[in-house]
């Protein structure tokens, strides 16, 4: 891979959403190319001050199911049901 798959992958990264030979090329990649580094830390900071001063947000009941629904028919895997504060990890079926 290169950089500019590598930049592609810095907000799953930083989410915490790669796995396998995927997070181990993006750690070796990052580890040995400083701006991806850089670009990589920049967005983990940037979302860490963002979690810090933002208080968490209740969804609507209503738009809680909405989205449910959505997201399960347009065919991601993992979604049951999207509760008020839950934080959501999906996958997209490939088609």
Same mark, same amino acid.
């Given at each position: ?6 930049v592609? @992958? !810095?907000?799953?990264? *930083?989410? =915490? +959403? %790669?796995?396998? #030979?995927?997070?181990?090329? /993006?750690? =070796? =990649?990052t580890? =040995? ?6 670009a /990589?830390?920049?967005?983990? *900071? !940037?979302?860490? /001050? !963002?979690?810090q001063? %933002? ?6 009941e #209503?738009?809680?199911?909405? %989205?449910?629904? %959505?997201? @399960? ?5 993992g979604?049951?049901r999207?509760?008020? +504060?839950?934080? *959501?990890?999906?996958?997209? !079926?490939?088609?």
């Amino acid at each position: 891979m290169n950089c500019q798959e590598c930049v592609e @992958r !810095i907000t799953p990264a *930083v989410d =915490h +959403y %790669l796995r396998g #030979s995927e997070k181990v090329w /993006f750690e =070796h =990649h990052t580890l =040995h190319c400083p701006p991806c580094r850089q670009a /990589f830390e920049s967005e983990r *900071v !940037i979302k860490q /001050f !963002i979690q810090q001063r %933002l208080p968490m947000v209740a969804l609507p009941e #209503s738009l809680a199911r909405a %989205l449910s629904a %959505l997201l @399960r028919e347009g065919g991601y895997l993992g979604v049951s049901r999207v509760s008020p +504060y839950q934080v *959501v990890q999906y996958q997209a !079926i490939p088609h």
